[in-house]
């Protein structure tokens, strides 16, 4: 029980591809989700839940389509949460409902390209810097 009176339970996530461990303690399963997410796990269709760990290798690994849209949405996330902008504040700017920006900030959702660099825009960055770094490729050379 926590200082407010509410019961907390724990709650496990395991990593679909090395089986690892982590203990998420909350309330309810989607914040202690919210909180796996901050963390640097990622939710796939095909694989569940994976950790920081596998995930770039996942994404190394043929083109998985879950992981990308789950890579893509955690770095947007990551970026939006360091420059304090609420998924509210972004939506608008983007022309975008916020259920649609968590949508793809939790990989269910497709982005565009287009909605991609409005997003990019929206939050001061490269669009580059949203994708995975497999998806990056080398830098050209004179």
């Avoid at 990308?68 to 970026?79: K, L, M, N, P, W």
């Avoid at 949508?103 to 997003?119: D, K, V, W």
């Amino acid at each position: 029980m926590n200082s407010r009176g509410l019961i907390w339970q724990t709650y496990m996530i395991s990593c679909g591809k090395c089986s690892r461990e982590e203990p998420l303690p909350d309330r309810l399963f989607r914040e202690a989700a919210k909180r796996a997410e901050a963390t640097g796990w990622a939710y796939t269709d095909s694989d569940g839940w994976l950790c920081a760990h596998c995930l770039p290798l996942v994404l190394s690994s043929p083109l998985n389509t879950e992981t990308i849209r789950a890579e893509i949405g955690a770095r947007i996330r990551g970026v939006r949460t360091a420059k304090g902008i609420k998924q509210a504040s972004l939506a608008r700017y983007v022309g975008l409902g916020r259920s649609s920006i968590a949508n793809m900030e939790t990989g269910r959702q497709t982005i565009s390209f287009e909605m991609l660099a409005r997003i990019a825009r929206a939050l001061q960055c490269p669009a580059a810097d949203l994708l995975p770094e497999s998806m990056r490729g080398a830098p050209d050379e004179p």
